[in-house]
């Protein structure tokens, strides 16, 4: 069992920035992708970012490119997301989850645990 802990999250103005953390328990984080995902009220969740088992892959969603760059920490079984630029559509509950392969992906099918998510409120 892989329990996901997402922390950093709260209320930015436009242009600002934030980072999320997620702490992940158990021993094989090293060996998985990963991913963060978002979900805004009244809309399905989706893709923002996602990092192979040993961070040198990434991928981003195109609303995101070049804003927000995603990392990780297998030393202390940590996941990152650096947010800048802000924006207010970028508001949403922000999810980390943990992929089933060693490469992350875009599909949420891919993952098998996920956070509890935390709030991301920017604004305008």
């Known amino acids: 069992q892989v329990q996901l802990v997402e922390s950093g999250g709260g209320l930015v103005q436009a242009g600002g920035s934030l980072r999320l953390s997620c702490a992940a328990s158990?021993?094989?984080?090293?060996?998985?992708?990963m991913g963060w995902f978002r979900q805004a009220p009244g809309k399905e969740r989706e893709f923002v970012a996602a990092?192979?088992?040993?961070?040198?892959?990434?991928d981003y969603a195109g609303s995101v490119k070049g804003r927000f760059t995603i990392s990780r920490d297998n030393a202390k079984n940590t996941l990152y997301l650096q947010m800048n630029s802000l924006k207010p559509e970028d508001t949403a509950v922000y999810y980390c989850?943990?992929?089933?392969?060693?490469?992350?992906?875009?599909?949420?099918?891919?993952?098998?645990?996920w956070g509890q998510g935390t709030q991301v409120t920017v604004s305008s």
């Open positions: 989850a943990k992929s089933l392969y060693g490469s992350g992906g875009s599909r949420p099918q891919t993952y098998e645990y």
């Open positions: 990092i192979n088992w040993s961070g040198r892959g990434t």
């Open positions: 158990g021993r094989t984080f090293s060996t998985y992708g």
